[in-house]
Nanobody, 124 residues
Framework: QVVLLASGGGLVQAVGSLSISCAAAGRTVSTLVLGWFRQLHGMVREFVAA????????AYSDSVKARFTISRDNAKNMVYLRMNSLTPEDAAVYFCAARRGTAVLATRESYEYWGQGTQVTVSS
């Protein structure tokens, strides 16, 4: 079993920056792909970024590429998302997720474990 706890959300002005974190607990955290998804109320949960454990590979959605950076610290069982140049379109509940295996995938169905989400609000 893997437990994920996201934190760090809040209110930020447009073009500002914010970092969110996710603490992971479980037997095999260091061998999990860790990712971030986001969801607006009533909308489909969409992929944001993911970080593999083998070779450090990463993947980003086109909408956040070059603005967001995902990183992980296996010693601390943490995954982070640094978000720069935020726009109101980035406002959502951000969920951390984990999947077994090595493939860094972008589909929500590929992730078995989910955290509770942290709210990110961007004011214009």
């Amino acid at each position: 079993q893997v437990v994920l706890l996201a934190s760090g959300g809040g209110l930020v002005q447009a073009v500002g920056s914010l970092s969110i974190s996710c603490a992971a607990a479980g037997r095999t955290v260091s061998t999990l792909v860790l990712g971030w998804f986001r969801q607006l109320h009533g909308m489909v949960r969409e992929f944001v970024a993911a970080h593999g454990w083998s070779g450090g590979s990463t993947a980003y959605s086109d909408s956040v590429k070059a603005r967001f950076t995902i990183s992980r610290d296996n010693a601390k069982n943490m995954v982070y998302l640094r978000m720069n140049s935020l726009t109101p379109e980035d406002a959502a509940v951000y969920f951390c997720a984990a999947r077994r295996g090595t493939a860094v995938l972008a589909t929500r169905e590929s992730y078995e474990y989910w955290g509770q989400g942290t709210q990110v609000t961007v004011s214009s």
